[in-house]
């Protein structure tokens, strides 16, 4: 059974740091693509960051550019969001999410794994 599990998220001051983690179990990391996206209140979700199955490629949206890393742990089966210099406007309901093979950037359609999600809620 895929799963996804999210966790990290929290309340935080602008110009702080997170750090999320996405937990997954079901599947072999090596041959999945991740992607985070985030969902703020009264928005639709937006894809914020991902990274191909080898690491090689990465992209991310340019509001969060110089601010925002993703990575992971391939003997943890972990992959992990940095957040830091966080602002208001990057609050939301994080989540991460998987696809198999293929580098589909932030389409979302492509993503057929997701977690849960967690919530960051960033203070002025």
């Known amino acids: 059974q895929v799963q996804l599990v999210e966790s990290g998220g929290g309340l935080v001051q602008a110009g702080g740091s997170l750090r999320l983690s996405c937990a997954t179990s079901?599947?072999?990391?090596?041959?999945?693509?991740i992607g985070w996206f985030r969902q703020a209140p009264g928005k639709e979700s937006e894809g914020v960051i991902c990274m191909s199955r080898s690491d090689e490629k990465t992209y991310c949206i340019e509001s969060v550019k110089d601010r925002f890393t993703t990575s992971r742990d391939r003997a943890k089966n972990i992959v992990y969001l940095q957040m830091s210099n966080l602002k208001p406007e990057d609050t939301g309901v994080y989540y991460c999410?998987?696809?198999?093979?293929?580098?589909?950037?932030?389409?979302?359609?492509?993503?057929?794994?997701w977690g849960q999600g967690t919530q960051v809620t960033v203070s002025s």
């Open positions: 999410a998987a696809t198999y093979g293929g580098f589909w950037y932030l389409l979302r359609n492509e993503y057929d794994n």
């Open positions: 079901g599947f072999t990391l090596d041959y999945y693509a």
